[in-house]
């Protein structure tokens, strides 16, 4: 595997449901960033880690709570979610946050919320 | 007002065009200028990044920055149908925070 890739590439949830996006960078970046796409939208920054350590939530509503194991694996557990919550969701990786202009991106996980 | 305007488009050419694609930005405080290109079900990739102001070239692509007018754009010389995707912008001032255009979508018709 190589670049960033994020499991699932599609997700259907209700809103009761409890799930996780999952993200692996392989180019030994430290610094890593969940963004949400909607349609005709700018994407959105949800979270940014460097190192493990958060460094940035964006007033993100609590249904959606981040995980950094390590420099290389980002999580985003759903939970409640609501339909407006229905988005592209992104997973990037940069080598540091210094390095901001240099993020790589995932392809994404499509979520549909009914 | 939004801090970084983009046309959605559609933007439509014939191959072979000269494409120009833009942005307007209202704060003056941004230092670092980006392009993204985002094919169909794919994550954005870097095309282009510029500090400050003046042109960068890269082989058919140039991106320009005009600090005073709050502009900024990317010419694509001699479009393919390849370069059919949505073309985002993005900057920054010095944090990590980008902000980003909602996206031109730009087809190239063959």
């Known amino acids: 595997e190589t670049g960033v890739t994020q499991t699932p590439r599609h997700l259907v949830m209700g809103m009761t449901n409890k799930k996780s996006l999952k993200c692996e960078q392989h180019?030994?970046?430290?610094?890593m960033y969940w963004y949400k796409q909607s349609a005709k939208k700018p994407l959105e920054l949800m979270f940014v880690y460097s190192l493990e350590e958060r460094v940035e939530n964006n007033s993100v509503p609590s249904r959606f709570s981040p995980e950094c194991p390590n420099s290389s694996h980002l999580f985003l557990h759903l939970h409640t979610l609501q339909p407006e919550d229905s988005a592209l969701y992104l997973c990037?990786?940069?080598?540091?946050?210094?390095?901001?202009?240099?993020?790589?991106f995932g392809p994404g996980t499509r979520l549909t919320v009914l | 007002q939004k801090e970084v305007e983009q046309d959605p488009g559609p933007l439509s050419v014939p191959e072979g065009a000269i494409v120009s694609l833009n942005c307007t930005y209202s704060n003056s405080a941004f230092q670092y200028f980006m392009w993204y290109r985002q094919y169909s079900r794919k994550g954005p990739e870097l095309l282009m990044y510029t500090y400050s102001s003046g042109n960068k070239e890269d082989g058919r692509f140039t991106a320009q920055v005009d600090k005073s007018s709050k502009y900024i754009s990317l010419f694509i010389r001699d479009s393919q149908p390849s370069d059919s995707a949505t073309y985002l912008c993005?900057?920054?001032?010095?944090?990590?925070?980008?902000?980003w255009g909602a996206g031109t979508k730009l087809i190239i018709k063959p």
């Open positions: 180019l030994g970046h430290n610094a």
């Open positions: 990037a990786s940069s080598p540091a946050v210094s390095k901001h202009n240099e993020q790589f």
């Open positions: 993005a900057m920054s001032v010095s944090n990590y925070q980008l902000i």
